[in-house]
């Protein structure tokens, strides 16, 4: 029997954006990573915004060199992007949408509409020698679409899963449960996250087909009353949970 290995990506933008905050370097997300990286995380996540309002260019050398961790750089598909991430060749490179004036990144990548755009830039990235993912809705066209692009990796939005509540919940679970055994069958490793938090990552930890989540806000926000460490070793418990069961 292979036992499944579900990784946690932390995600540290939101310690660069309170350090940002005060335009000094305190709290630096390069402690944020090391410390993360004791408490047993696989990977460090961190989006570089067109507008920088998280990590900047010089946190990314410095994550990519100074934690021993892998580099999963999120970033929208846009030539300066590509640019930056082919020069540092990352671990990983998850590509997502980007809109100016959102809070957050709000929906998934319209790949299965994009794909003559995205195509050469998921192959310069590529070659480059970045694990690819795409950031998408959990949605069958979307899949589809990704695969057709060669990319080894998706990454299911889980934020409408996050906020709904009651049967509308049950339903977007039943979404990402049915895209994640799509994902499978069409030879796309898969990865989820956004807005997970304590009282919801279980359901989502015991979908067999799902291999890594990231995690940002929550632990991050989390870690203000308890501690960073405690915060990413509660979330590793329970995700541990939700798979021994599943
Ligand atoms: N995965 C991707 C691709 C994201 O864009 C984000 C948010 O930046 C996350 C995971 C983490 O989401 P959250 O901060 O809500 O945990």
């Known amino acids: 029997m292979t036992i499944r290995r579900l990784r946690l990506g932390l995600n540290i ?7 940002n905050a005060r335009g000094g370097a305190h709290p630096d997300p390069l402690r944020a990573a090391l410390l993360a990286k004791s408490a047993g995380v696989d990977s460090i996540t961190a989006h570089l915004r067109e507008d920088r309002r998280h990590i900047r260019d010089a946190d990314v050398a410095q994550l990519m060199n100074d934690v021993g ?3 999963n750089l999120e970033m929208a598909p846009t030539a300066e992007m590509v640019g930056i991430a082919t020069k540092h060749a990352p671990h990983a ?3 997502v949408p980007e809109n100016r004036e959102e809070i957050t990144t709000e929906g998934g990548l319209e790949v299965a509409g994009l794909q003559d755009r995205l195509g050469p830039m998921v192959r310069q990235l590529m070659s480059a020698g970045c694990r690819v993912s795409l950031f998408i809705e959990a949605d069958i066209a979307q ?9 080894p990796v998706v990454e299911l939005h ?3 899963y996050c906020e709904a509540k009651g049967a509308s919940r049950s339903l977007e679970l039943e979404r990402i449960r049915s895209s994640a055994k799509e994902a499978a069958l069409l030879g796309l490793e898969c990865h989820a ?3 997970l938090a304590f009282d919801n990552v279980k359901p989502i930890a015991a979908i067999p087909e799902i291999v890594e989540l990231n995690i940002g806000h929550f632990l991050i926000g989390e870690a203000v009353f308890i501690g960073l460490k405690e915060a990413i070793s509660e979330m590793r418990r329970l995700m541990d949970e939700a798979m021994a069961v599943s």
Do not use: E, S, W
Not at 13 to 19: E, G, L
Not at 143 to 151: E, I, R, S, Y
């Open 13 to 19: 933008d939101h310690v660069a954006t309170v350090r």
């Open 69 to 71: 961790l892998p580099l």
């Open 93 to 95: 490179v998850c590509l």
């Open 143 to 151: 899949l589809k679409a990704a695969a057709a692009l060669g990319v």
């Open 158 to 160: 889980t934020g409408r």
């Open 193 to 195: 996250g956004h807005g």
